[in-house]
């Protein structure tokens, strides 16, 4: 019950403090990415913005921790895949608050720049190990995974990023940073309900192989989401490399 008291201290006002996160990084992205000028200024996160990202680190932390903790004792290689995944969150806020205190060098354009390549670059090693995983545990499945904790910490993962991307769905069209928000935590839902089916798939039937499956597709997802960033990164950097300083 250890890892319940964990989930359930663990409000759902860390995903929207995770949204807010999200916005603050893409905005740096943004204004990496469309070249500098006056505005940058604007750019400095504000001090509440500030606390709001030590927060979700902290947070985000303790909960992939719990996932880890919960993955490592149910022999789950899809809940190791989601946790992590979450790793990758904590990581990522840690960059965005290391480029917030950058913010005013003269060269924090490209420190965000090369933040965002270092997490995209970071992303593309998890997602190519997870599909290493994934192989191996489809050509022969363990047998010896305990579905029930599995299910219970994907349950409230699912129910904690449902309803994050629900509030923050109201908003996707007003911006693209609420949108991309938006668009991370239906990624992290649809992670959760996969280990979930997984785990129903495996305590109905004893299909022990929808582990490796679910894994290969949070893989698969990670990618997607890595790509564009190495690229959009590597496009600023070369762009601000031939920019006149
Ligand atoms: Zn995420």
């Not at 979700?56 to 919960?70: K, P």
């Not at 992670?191 to 597709?217: E, H, K, M, N, P």
């Amino acid at each position: 019950m250890a890892r319940l008291a964990v989930y359930s201290s663990h409000p759902a006002r860390l995903r929207s403090l995770f949204a807010e996160f999200m916005h603050a990084h893409h905005h740096h992205l943004d204004h990496v990415h469309h070249g500098h000028g006056d505005s940058c200024s604007a750019s400095k996160p504000a001090p509440k913005q500030l606390r709001a990202l030590k927060i979700a680190l902290v947070l985000v932390t303790c909960f992939s921790g719990a996932e880890l903790w919960v993955s490592a004792h149910s022999n789950s290689l899809s809940l190791l895949a989601d946790a992590g995944h979450m790793a990758t969150d904590v990581f990522a806020i840690a960059l965005a608050l290391w480029a917030a205190s950058q913010v005013d060098r003269d060269d924090s354009e490209r420190r965000n720049a090369l933040a965002a390549l270092v997490n995209g670059g970071v992303l593309l090693l998890l997602s190519s190990w997870l599909s290493w995983e994934a192989i191996t545990a489809l050509l022969s499945p363990p047998t010896d995974i305990l579905s029930l904790p599995v299910a219970i910490t994907a349950a409230v993962g699912l129910g904690v990023n449902g309803l994050n991307a629900y509030l923050l769905h109201a908003h996707a069209d007003e911006n693209l940073n609420l949108r991309a928000a938006f668009l991370h935590m239906l990624a992290d839902a649809g992670s959760c309900l996969g280990v979930l089916i997984g785990a129903l798939l495996i305590a109905q039937f004893g299909w022990y192989w929808a582990d490796g499956v679910v894994s290969g597709a949070i893989a698969l997802l990670i990618a997607t989401t890595a790509l564009p960033l190495v690229r959009q990164s590597w496009a600023s950097l070369n762009q601000l490399s031939t920019m006149p300083e």
